[in-house]
């Protein structure tokens, strides 16, 4: 069975044309061993590869849908440590060596730059790393193992490109607040009032107020 591993920085020239088309499907693990090493604890990927590869089976090719099933899929398989997820070794270790198809089968290829980002790129942005975006995105929502917020967050590609670009996302009854009244929004809207709430947070601390103040802040900034 595979386990988890490392893919260090000296990995960088893996991330080409070739593997963001599919023409490379897969490198050979052997052949890539210089540039792994052994996650710091035994992380068995049976049942993360099980469960990925249910969620593409159900879901057509660049399906947004995917996004919220995914994250929940990954953030389950997946026990980390936030410290141990901060490792963007391991999210380039599974994008780029142990399932590349899964990203291509999320996102079409369009541009190499982007594309390449998908694999490569740490962190919760759109354009991050595709199973880094997934992990990070369910861990700042789920709520003692319901993962509505994530799905929710992630059904609106407006909402999820903007709120998981900012620091407020790190605060989990502000994203919940934000995802409860921003979810429908239209894209130019839910820019504008995360802009503004933003600047609103500086001001007070998000810490301090409940659910209701935190919602009617958010409806403020909207308009």
């Known amino acids: 069975m595979s386990r988890l591993k490392v893919l260090l920085p000296s990995a960088r020239h893996l991330v080409t044309e070739e593997l963001a088309r599919g023409v490379v499907e897969r490198y050979d693990e052997a052949a890539v061993g210089e540039h792994t090493v052994d996650f710091e604890r035994r992380l068995d990927l049976g049942g993360f590869d099980d469960a990925v590869s249910a969620v593409m089976a159900s879901h057509d090719a660049g399906d947004l849908s995917m996004d919220g099933a995914m ?8 026990r980390l440590s936030r410290r141990e997820a901060a490792d963007p070794g391991i999210w380039r270790y599974l994008a780029i060596v142990h399932r590349p198809e899964v990203v291509r089968h999320r996102w079409e290829y369009r541009s190499f730059a982007t ?3 998908r694999f490569w790129r740490h962190g919760t942005r759109f354009d991050a790393n595709a199973f880094s975006r997934w992990w990070w995105v369910a861990e700042l929502t ?26 407020l996302a790190w605060h989990h009854p502000t994203v919940a607040a934000c995802v409860r009244i921003l979810a429908d929004a239209p894209g130019a809207d839910v820019e504008r009032t995360l802009r503004v709430l933003g600047k609103m947070l500086g001001l007070r601390v998000a810490e301090a107020m409940g659910r209701e103040e935190l919602e009617g802040l958010v409806r403020a900034a909207r308009g």
């Open 71 to 78: 994250a929940e899929a990954v953030h389950r398989q997946l």
């Open 115 to 117: 594309m390449r980002t």
């Open 142 to 167: 789920v709520m003692a193992e319901d993962y509505s917020l994530t799905h929710r967050a992630l059904g609106s590609s407006a909402l999820s490109t903007h709120l998981f670009s900012r620091q």
